[in-house]
């Protein structure tokens, strides 16, 4: 059973920036794309990074670009997403999640973390 | 980046009852779609990929079919625990994107 536990959320003011973490587990995490996926309260859902099982490309939704990077240990099994200036609208549930291919990247998210808050509020 | 958009943004059935819902793509994406379910304060879950292929452990009630710019999935007879918002994900083209979601409220 995949395991995605994802750390770092809370309640921040607007223009600074937070960490999130996701501790990866129970499938061998350097062959799997990895994406964060938002969810603002009571919307849909929003795709806001994804980064190749090696690390070396990602991809942005652009009301992020600039202001995110997504990155990875594979050595530590951990997915990160730096997010600097914050935005009241990006206040989110932000989801780990695993693509489902192995060794490519094939866009199809089969498995989620628990998702965690933040808040970005003054 | 692709547009998704979903209809009906909700709809009332009740259990047995065949529930068909749309998804269409500002272009074209193949068969590059995938549909997922899901509860409330729960992460999705993925029901199907590639517009038609059903993910492991589905129920074989749910299918979808369309490729290009059109979609559908369908729940052949509605069951108590289907109860929930759809959402489809468009995997052909980065950024990936999702459908405004479909809710599935009991008549």
């Known amino acids: 059973q995949v395991q995605l536990v994802e750390s770092g959320g809370g309640v921040v003011q607007p223009g600074t920036s937070l960490r999130l973490s996701c501790a990866a587990s129970r499938f061998t995490f350097n062959g799997h794309a990895m994406h964060w996926v938002r969810q603002a309260p009571g919307k849909g859902l929003e795709c806001v990074a994804t980064?190749?099982?090696?690390?070396?490309?990602?991809a942005y939704t652009d009301s992020v670009k600039g202001r995110f990077t997504i990155s990875r240990d594979n050595s530590k099994n951990m997915l990160y997403l730096q997010m600097n200036s914050l935005r009241p609208e990006d206040t989110a549930v932000y989801y780990c999640?695993?693509?489902?291919?192995?060794?490519?990247?094939?866009?199809?998210?089969?498995?989620w973390g628990q998702g965690n808050l933040v808040t970005v509020s003054s | 980046d692709i547009q998704m958009t979903q209809s009906p943004s909700s709809l009332s059935a009740s259990v047995g009852d065949r529930v068909t819902i749309t998804c269409r793509a500002s272009q074209g994406i193949r068969n590059d779609l995938a549909w997922y379910q899901q509860k409330p304060g729960k992460a999705p879950k993925l029901l199907i990929y590639s517009a038609s292929s059903l993910q492991g452990g589905v129920p074989s009630r749910f299918s979808g079919s369309g490729s290009g710019t059109e979609f559908t999935l369908t729940i052949s007879s509605l069951q108590p625990e289907d109860f929930a918002t759809y959402f489809c994900l468009q995997h052909n083209t980065y950024p990936l994107t999702f459908g405004g979601g479909t809710k599935v409220e009991i008549k």
């Open positions: 999640a695993r693509d489902l291919g192995v060794g490519a990247t094939l866009g199809v998210i089969d498995s």
């Open positions: 980064i190749s099982y090696d690390g070396y490309r990602s």
